[in-house]
Structure formats: C-alpha cells, structure tokens
C-alpha cells in the first residue's frame, strides 16, 4: 500500500509559482513511476506530468511543458512538480498518483493505482 499526500498548493496571481509536494508513504516509493492531474470544475481528470522510478524519464502534457518540472527525491520519499508561469486556466485540485511496481509513465489515469486527497491551485487574473 501507498499513501500518498500532497501539499504546496494555493491562491497566486497570473504568472506566479507555486511548488507541489507529494509525501508517500511506504518502502516501494522509489521503485514507483509517480504522475501529476488536475481536474478543474465540470472537466475530466487530465495528466499534468510524470516521472519515473529514477528521475531519468518524465513525461509533460503539452500545456505544462515550458513551464512545470516534475522532479523526486527518493531518500525523503517525495515527488515535486515545480509550476512558473501560472495561468488562471491552470486553476484545479491537484493530484499525485502512484503506478504500480511495474510501469513506466503514462497519461491515463487508470494507469495509476494510488491518489492522494489533491491540493486546490488558484490562479488569479
């Protein structure tokens, strides 16, 4: 089992930052490919990022790449997703997912076997 709780979101102006953090629990953590969503009000859950089990792949929807990076640190069992540039249409919880052992990354979010609670992000005009 993988618990995993995200932190760092909140309200900001058009082209602020904001930094995401995904706190995971549990010894498989760094063998786990980890994604980022969003799904903002009325719309589907869409991918935002992904990464791998070493950091030596990642994975960005079109509308993140340029401004979002997806990173992890495995010794303190957390991936980030660092976000410049905000957008208002950037606005949306935010949600980190876990794989299962085996997968590398992917853009669906049944691909993912484990969600934290999300974070609200709120970007300002």
């Known amino acids: 089992q993988v618990q995993l709780v995200e932190s760092g979101g909140g309200l900001v102006q058009a082209g602020g930052s904001l930094r995401l953090s995904c706190a995971a629990s549990?010894?498989?953590?760094?063998?786990?490919?980890m994604g980022w969503f969003r799904q903002a009000p009325g719309k589907e859950r869409e991918f935002v990022a992904g990464?791998?089990?070493?950091?030596?792949?990642?994975g960005y929807a079109d509308s993140a790449k340029g401004r979002f990076t997806i990173s992890r640190d495995n010794a303190k069992n957390t991936v980030y997703l660092q976000m410049n540039s905000l957008k208002p249409e950037d606005t949306a919880v935010y949600y980190c997912a876990a794989r299962g052992a085996i997968g590398g990354v992917t853009t669906t979010p049944e691909g993912y076997n484990y969600w934290g609670q999300g974070t609200q992000v709120t970007v300002s005009s």
């Open positions: 549990g010894r498989t953590f760094s063998s786990r490919t």
């Open positions: 990464i791998n089990w070493s950091g030596s792949t990642t």
